[in-house]
Structure formats: structure tokens, C-alpha cells
């Protein structure tokens, strides 16, 4: 696997590392925003401008009771909405033959409102992120020393595709100088009273990033052309899908069919709840070797293991978060939604990376929410950007990246993309089902074409599994062909 790891000077560290020594503003935790308390601090010497008010829109906090009916086998799930489905969106202009999804279709909620891809990046650094949307005017830092949630600058400047201008937030000022373009280098400038401002640059994400190459990536465009026929096809399941080549062997080029479609998310929504708990681990705020106390009362069915042992018991971080993935463990789900806070901090850090059509709501296998309207959406494009944030170690460390791709490559549920393709071909993937979404994403792990893909469905699951197999099929008959025969580990 190719490792994109960012060189941050040892200077870039120390600022990082002081930051979160040396924050005042009140509780620095990861459970969600921190004090929401904004005032103008007399930084006018630096143009800073206060922000109004609190502006962080997480998503719902419901708790109560669990919920998604993951894996083959999985009956108490909810049932499909009859209403309006995605329309597609700016953001899905990756190749031809993408119309961009359809209107109409059962289990398919429309997509939220978004700025066009060019309008919206976030900036990453060690432990963080800054996101951006100049349509907006907002901007919101997520980092180990705390949240400033989602907050409006009016006076947001934007020209030459870049924004820049400055917030105070709970007595930190924050100026910062983003493009709008991904993979250009950004900064941000953390201030606070009677310390030496903090200077922190990285790279700027987009979703989806460009090209590396556009002549190699051109060489791609092809495939979204083969994926569009097979979703033509599918005529009971709206479907899309989202590639993203990670090797470089096609420029880093992401290329999608019905991208913005926006099903239910079903177990997919797993890969977030596991990626907020290994940041937390980066920024040493916890070990997975703790532990957490699991009970009787935490026990749900559907797809997993922990369901089959005797509670209560103490039960390591480690453990849920590899059964998380490994299993599709849905009480190991449900038990870390608590750990971690509730539903806030997961749709915090969805919201850090501007990944509008993603939403946790839900738990698994709470019908009884999923009945009153809460439930977890997701679209391709959104989670090939996850998956593209931890593969380039922008969302990640190394070694937490790493643990999660092992955990994706030991997955049990192997009825889709492995099903699909010759014996032997790596891959590291996460499943989704419910009776109305048929979901498989991950990793291609050919040595030199390393590929991040995204297939999800609404409509009957057994239909959206044939769906789902299909594309998994088509592009890797695109990336290998044929006479290529099977790839060995």
C-alpha cells in the first residue's frame, strides 16, 4: 500500500503540540463543541472579526435505543421512505453518463443543499481540521485541544479562489487563508492572550480532490462510462458509485456514477463512529486499551458477536472498535456512540469535513426512531472522501490508518466485493444492509492500483447485493483486465 504520509516540520509540530498544552478557553474535549461563548477581544491590531452566536447544527442527539439491521439475516429494519430522492447535486460531475441520480425513488432522501465541490475544503493539520464553505461564509476548527462548532464570518473574503479572514471564538482568534482548490497548502493562525500566535499549514481537501495528473487521469474516464450501464440496469435499485484511484497509476482521478445518491446509510455509517474514536486515540485522550462496561441493557441483534457473550462485562476499546468492523458488531456500534458522547461528535466530525450528505441519527436497530423520521443517510462521494481522508493521512496517523484498513481487510461479510471478484485479489471493505439498501465500500489493495470505491443501493437488498457485485466487478475488470487473471497477496 502506498503511504502518503504529510512531512511536518518539527516547528509545525510544536505549534501543534502547544496548542494543546496551552489552551484557556475552557474544556478542550472531543465529545463536541466547546463553549460557545464568542466575544470580541480587542484583536482589532490582527482585523479580527468576533463571530454572532453559536452556529453548530450536529445533526439530531437522540439516544434511545439501538437500531440498524445489518447483514443478510437482519429483518427488524426499517422500512423504505416513499418520498423524493436525490437529485443530484453540484458536486457529481465526475465523467460521462452521470445523470446525477434519480427523482422518485423509495429509500432515497433528497440531498441536502450544498455548495458546488469549489466553494467548500478544509484544511488539515496535525490533530485537526479547519473546514471552509465560502457559499456560506462559516468555517469551523476541530482539533485535539477542542470545537468551535460551526461558525458564520460574514466578512469572509474570497478572490483568486482563495478565503481567508479571521474569528474569535470563546477568546481564541482564529485567522486563517484556505484555497478552495485541494491539495494547495493552507494556513491557520490559533491567537490567544499572552501567548505567540500558533501558525499551522497543511495540505486542503476537496471533495473530490484533483488530479495529480489530469493526463493520467483522463485514462479513468472510461470506467464511469461501463458503471453508468450497470446502474442503467439495475432498475430496482437506484445505485451509485464513487472511485477513486490512490496509486497514482491514474493520477489520483475520482470518477462517479449518481454520486450524491443519498440511501440509508445501514452499517456504513460504522467507518465514521471507528475513525472519531482513532482520532481521539491520536490526540492521547484515550488507549485502546481501556475499557468500557457493557451490560444486558446493551445487547441488540442483527449482525455481530458480542451479542452471543455473558454481561455484564468490561469490554477494551480495542475489541469494539475491531468487531466494529469485523463483525459489523451492532452492539459494539451502539456501545461506542455512548462512549464517544452520543450522536454530536460523530456528525461533528462529518461536518469538519464537509460531508454534507452524511448524518448519524440513529442507532442500530432502533425501528422505534427509525419510524419517527431519525435515520443515518449517506452518498458514494462522501465516503470515498472519508476513505481518501485516511488513506493520504489527513484524517488519521499512520499507525491508526493502518489499524483501521486491517480491520477493513478482516471483514466476515464477504457476500459482495470479494464475491465479485478472483480469488486471491486483496481487499479491505465495510458492508452495509438493510431490507431496503445494499451498500459495500472499502479498499482495492492491487499492488500499483490501489483504489478506493464506493457502491450503494436503496431498493430489495437481494437485488442491491447482484447490484453492488456488479460494479464491484466492473471496475475491477477495468483495473485488471481479464487476461490479467487473479491477483495474489
Not at 23 to 43: F, I
Not at 203 to 228: E, I, M
Not at 373 to 394: C, I, K, Q, R
Request: charge should be negative.
Amino acid at each position: 500500500m502506498r503511504k502518503r504520509d504529510k512531512k511536518r516540520s518539527s516547528s509545525l509540530l510544536a505549534a501543534a503540540i502547544a496548542l494543546v498544552v496551552a489552551a484557556t478557553t475552557g474544556p478542550a474535549t472531543a465529545d463536541g463543541p466547546g463553549p460557545n461563548h464568542r466575544t470580541t477581544l480587542g484583536y482589532a491590531a490582527h482585523g479580527l472579526a468576533a463571530a454572532d452566536g453559536p452556529n453548530d447544527a450536529n445533526g439530531p442527539n437522540d439516544t434511545d435505543g439501538p437500531n440498524d439491521t445489518d447483514g443478510p439475516n437482519a429483518t427488524d429494519g426499517p422500512t423504505a421512505d416513499d418520498g423524493p430522492n436525490n437529485e443530484g447535486g453540484p458536486n457529481d460531475t465526475d465523467g460521462p453518463n452521470d445523470e446525477g441520480g434519480r427523482s422518485d425513488e423509495p429509500g432515497v432522501e433528497p440531498a441536502p443543499e450544498r455548495a458546488p465541490t469549489s466553494e467548500v475544503s478544509w484544511l488539515s493539520f496535525p490533530g485537526g481540521a479547519f473546514a471552509v464553505d465560502s457559499l456560506g461564509h462559516t468555517v469551523r476548527y476541530r482539533a485535539c485541544d477542542g470545537d468551535t462548532g460551526r461558525v458564520a464570518d460574514p466578512d469572509m473574503r474570497v478572490a483568486a479562489g482563495v478565503a481567508s479572514g479571521a474569528v474569535v471564538v470563546g477568546g481564541t482568534a482564529y485567522r486563517y487563508r484556505v484555497p478552495l482548490v485541494g491539495r494547495s497548502e493552507g494556513t491557520l493562525e490559533v491567537i490567544q492572550r499572552h501567548r505567540p500566535p500558533a501558525t499551522l499549514t497543511g495540505v486542503v481537501v476537496t471533495s473530490p480532490q484533483p488530479p495529480t495528473d489530469p493526463v493520467a487521469g483522463a485514462r479513468l474516464f472510461p470506467l464511469s462510462g461501463q458503471l453508468a450501464r450497470v446502474v442503467a440496469d439495475a432498475s430496482l435499485n437506484p445505485a451509485g458509485a464513487t472511485v477513486r484511484d490512490l496509486s497514482g497509476r491514474y493520477g489520483d482521478q475520482q470518477v462517479s456514477v449518481n454520486g450524491s445518491l443519498r440511501p440509508k446509510a445501514a452499517s456504513v455509517i460504522k467507518l465514521w463512529i471507528l475513525v472519531e474514536l482513532l482520532r481521539r486515540v491520536d490526540c492521547g485522550q484515550v488507549s485502546l486499551d481501556d475499557g468500557v462496561l457493557v451490560t444486558p441493557a446493551d445487547v441488540v441483534g442483527g449482525t455481530g458477536q458480542l451479542q452471543f457473550e455473558t454481561f455484564p462485562q468490561v469490554v477494551t476499546l480495542y475489541r469494539l472498535a475491531r468487531y466494529l468492523i469485523k463483525y459489523s458488531d451492532n452492539v459494539a456500534a451502539n456501545v461506542l456512540i455512548t462512549y464517544l458522547g452520543g450522536f454530536a461528535p460523530v456528525n461533528a466530525l462529518i461536518d469538519s469535513m464537509n460531508q454534507r450528505s452524511t448524518i448519524l441519527a440513529r442507532r442500530m436497530l432502533d425501528s422505534a426512531a427509525a419510524q419517527r423520521g431519525e435515520e443515518n443517510y449517506t452518498s458514494p462521494d462522501d465516503v470515498v472522501s472519508l476513505l481518501g481522508a485516511v488513506w493520504d493521512g489527513e484524517v488519521l496517523t499512520p499507525a491508526s490508518r493502518d489499524l483501521m484498513i486491517g480491520f477493513m481487510r478482516e471483514q466476515t461479510l464477504n457476500t459482495k466485493i470479494p464475491a465479485a471478484l478472483p480469488p486471491g485479489v486483496p481487499v479491505a471493505h465495510k458492508t452495509g444492509d438493510l431490507p431496503d439498501a445494499s451498500h459495500d465500500v472499502g479498499y482495492y489493495l492491487i499492488p500499483g492500483t490501489e483504489t478506493a470505491v464506493a457502491f450503494l443501493t436503496a431498493g430489495p437488498m437481494a437485488t442491491g447485493d447482484e447490484t453492488v457485485r456488479r460494479m464491484a466487478r466492473t471496475v475491477y475488470d477495468f483495473l485488471v483486465p481479464p487476461s490479467g487473471g487473479a491477483v495474489e497477496e
